[in-house]
């Protein structure tokens, strides 16, 4: 009898015992079903990337709580500046190099869409390379690479959708052979998935940073961006390892002229993803030491107290440090021959926060209009014409289109916008227009009388904002 | 016999996947010319993409088989791209003046000498619209 009781009782108290967590890594609880992809011919004019899991750049937002993230990717290939001068034809994601950052929890499901919009007309065609296929490959994923990693040709579209099952940040990029020069040309950006119970740390300051390599040389067709030197692949250094940059988020020293600010006592957490294509990264911030490190951007993979993170092709870690006091502390990668190609940053107690939601094609958040002619007008115009021409910023290759409509009647405006081949036959003022910029004519976007009627309203709602409104936007393509 | 084994997966899988880990669709980037399909839909053409099997040891005799083999009434002999290291060959055909399946049959009676032969992947007859061939 005694015994029994003493069973009893030991079976009362294992039963009181609390069950161990449960296992986040349990393969039978994750979700490796998703539909087959869908390849249409159905094309896309709006934005180049959409979504509210989307950053734009190096600050990150906050983890959207939708358990669907919604996500548009479209590939473009538009000229971009990867140094001072350094004008390189790119192929982008987003419209951006790097793309926009994802960022998702574990068991969220992404829906992913991608138009291939290689073949949209760009201002000076011959700038950006031929329209060609592209894929998407998330790494983020698990899934069948035959189904979703497909290529699309021009013009077409791919919808698939895959569960977040580990957490990391982790690397896409184009897929497409050959994908070394699809990678090198700018296709490529991060995903972030956090753990499904968020980070056991509490951070002040979120960035993402992405290093990469450039492999360019002056096009062989000597043709000229903005007065200097097109920059173009150059296969031969691309194939041998050898870049000519190495940047963090698509631009030399980018970082060092605009640093991220952090303040005194604050924990800065930084995303970093080494995606290569080709080379290994040191990444080592000057003035602090990493108080953890989470090897691939999973917190169960954790480190402390480190000076360096070594971070090969696609290989990504969490770093977090405290800014001990005031000062500017460098971001480099300390294999310092990268260092000195570009890969060098600064966060600096003295710099002023990146501008909030920023828009697509790397721009300011600048004011938008809201009659839906003129948003149309200003989506085309971002599209087609920056690379020409700037909104408030001063003359470019073409006239600075604020105040346009007060230099020029509506009826003339439509004319040259519908045929600028024939105005430069017979209008002295379009004659005129064409001397003072060095015989460079306006192409003709074969455009319709309802686009003509969105621009216009886009060049009027310009010239009704009050002065200093509008801040100088960057080339787009 | 890697060539072989290729062929077999293609078939086995529809044509949706090649046992090398290249999608179909890669394959076909490797030869695809924005320019040349542009110009041949709007002339009313249409493009074909081939798998090429058995290729031989040297890829520059490879490509000269394969030009020679698709030099053909029908078929624009400008159009004509050959990726040696993706096995895979695209042309433009007129079909009011040769079908797909004569295509195929004549590549392969001429490239047979050289034990090489072609496997239809996708064709192209309306912008962005790669279709399966149906054999």
């Not at chain 1, 982790?170 to 972030?192: K, N």
Request: net charge neutral; charged share 20%.
């Amino acid at each position: 009898m005694k015994k029994l009781l003493s069973l009893a009782v030991l079976a009362a108290l294992a039963a009181c015992e609390p069950s161990a967590p449960p296992d986040p890594y349990d393969v039978s609880k994750m979700d490796f079903t998703s539909k087959a992809a869908k390849v249409t011919a159905e094309g896309h004019k709006g934005a180049f990337a959409e979504g509210a899991a989307l950053s734009m750049g190096a600050e990150l937002k906050r983890l959207d709580a939708a358990p669907v993230k919604t996500v548009r990717l479209d590939t473009t290939h538009k000229v971009i500046e990867i140094a001072p001068g350094v004008k390189f034809s790119a192929w982008t994601f987003g419209d951006q190099v790097p793309g926009p950052t994802v960022r998702a929890r574990v068991g969220d499901k992404i829906r992913f869409v991608m138009t291939n919009r290689s073949d949209e007309p760009a201002p000076v065609p011959q700038l950006v390379a031929a329209p060609m296929m592209h894929s998407m490959d998330f790494h983020a994923a698990m899934v069948s690479p035959q189904d979703k990693y497909r290529s699309i040709a021009p013009g077409q579209t791919i919808e698939f959708e895959f569960t977040a099952n580990y957490p990391g940040i982790f690397m896409y990029h184009c897929g497409t052979p050959m994908i070394l020069e699809h990678i090198a040309s700018g296709m490529y950006g991060a995903v972030i998935v956090e753990p499904r119970g968020g980070y056991p740390t509490k951070a002040d300051r979120e960035y993402v940073v992405v290093q990469s390599e450039f492999y360019v040389k002056p096009s062989p067709g000597k043709q000229k961006v903005d007065g200097g030197p097109l920059y173009v692949l150059d296969g031969e250094r691309l194939r041998a390892a050898q870049p000519t940059h190495t940047v963090f988020n698509g631009r030399h020293n980018g970082m060092v002229v605009n640093p991220l600010a952090a303040k005194p006592g604050e924990r800065v957490r930084m995303f970093v993803l080494n995606v290569g294509p080709s080379k290994t990264s040191s990444f080592h911030v000057v003035g602090t030491i990493f108080d953890r490190v989470w090897m691939e951007g999973n917190p169960d993979n954790q480190m402390r107290g480190m000076q360096t993170v070594l971070l090969g092709s696609s290989n990504s870690a969490i770093v977090e440090y405290l800014i001990p006091e005031e000062g500017s502390y460098i971001m480099v990668d300390h294999h310092f021959a990268n260092a000195s190609q570009g890969a060098i940053g600064l966060v600096s107690t003295s710099a002023k926060p990146p501008a909030q939601d920023l828009e697509h094609h790397n721009m300011q958040a600048s004011a938008t209009p809201t009659d839906p002619d003129a948003v149309a007008g200003k989506q085309a115009f971002e599209s087609k014409c920056l690379a020409c021409h700037s909104v408030g910023g001063g003359r470019k290759l073409g006239p600075d289109v604020a105040g346009v409509t007060k230099r020029r009647d509506p009826a003339w405006l439509a004319r040259w916008l519908k045929e600028p081949e024939k105005m430069l036959q017979t209008d002295p003022a379009a004659k005129a227009m064409l001397k003072e910029y060095n015989n460079l004519p306006m192409p003709n976007q074969s455009l319709s009388e309802a686009e003509i009627k969105q621009y216009l309203k886009y060049f009027q709602w310009i010239d009704a904002q009050p002065p200093g409104a509008l801040k100088t936007q960057a080339s787009g393509h | 016999m890697k060539a072989s084994l290729l062929s077999a997966a293609l078939l086995c899988l529809g044509g949706e996947a090649a046992a090398c880990g290249y999608c179909v669709e890669d394959k076909i980037a490797a030869t695809y010319d924005h320019a040349v399909v542009s110009r041949a839909l709007q002339r009313g053409q249409h493009l074909a993409f081939f798998h090429v099997e058995g290729a031989e040891p040297r890829p520059e005799a490879t490509r000269r088989a394969l030009e020679d083999a698709a030099s053909m009434p029908g078929v624009e002999k400008a159009s004509v791209r050959i990726s040696p290291d993706l096995l895979t060959l695209s042309l433009a055909f007129d079909p009011q003046r040769v079908s797909l399946a004569a295509i195929i049959e004549r590549l392969d009676r001429r490239l047979s000498a050289r034990k090489l032969s072609v496997l239809p992947l996708r064709i192209m007859q309306r912008p962005a619209d790669l279709t399966s061939v149906k054999r």
